[in-house]
Nanobody, 122 residues
Framework: QVQVVESGGGLVQPGGSLRLSCAASGSIASIYDMGWYRQAPGKQRELVAGISSGGITNYADSVKGRFTISRDNAKNTMYLQMDTLKPEDTAVYYC????????????????WGRGTQVTVSS
């Protein structure tokens, strides 16, 4: 059974920083693209940042220069360093990972975490 779990959310003041983590576990054969998404109340889920297995990254325009995505392939873990946070960054942040399991190495599934709340408020 493969699962991904986020951690690191919380309440932070505007201008502050948080670091989110996403750990994948279980019968993992390979992890391909990974990404962070967020969903604010009343809004659609949106891509925040993505990273390929080779480390190529992409960011939403709204977070460029403030957020940094990274991954540690040896630990099956992805991170999102969020700096200079703004109230509009408030949302539930979700981890997404494309993973093949040892039981079916030729098939890649999308896995989602349950999300972690980030609130930016004074």
């Amino acid at each position: 059974q493969v699962q991904v779990v986020e951690s690191g959310g919380g309440l932070v003041q505007p201008g502050g920083s948080l670091r989110l983590s996403c750990a994948a576990s279980g019968s993992i054969a390979s992890i391909y693209d990974m990404g962070w998404y967020r969903q604010a109340p009343g809004k659609q889920r949106e891509l925040v940042a993505g990273i390929s297995s080779g480390g190529i990254t992409n960011y939403a325009d709204s977070v460029k220069g403030r957020f940094t995505i990274s991954r540690d392939n040896a630990k099956n873990t992805m991170y999102l360093q969020m700096d200079t946070l703004k109230p509009e960054d408030t949302a539930v942040y979700y981890c997404n990972a494309a993973i093949s399991s040892v039981q079916a190495t030729g098939v890649v599934f999308d896995f989602w975490g349950r999300g972690t709340q980030v609130t930016v408020s004074s």
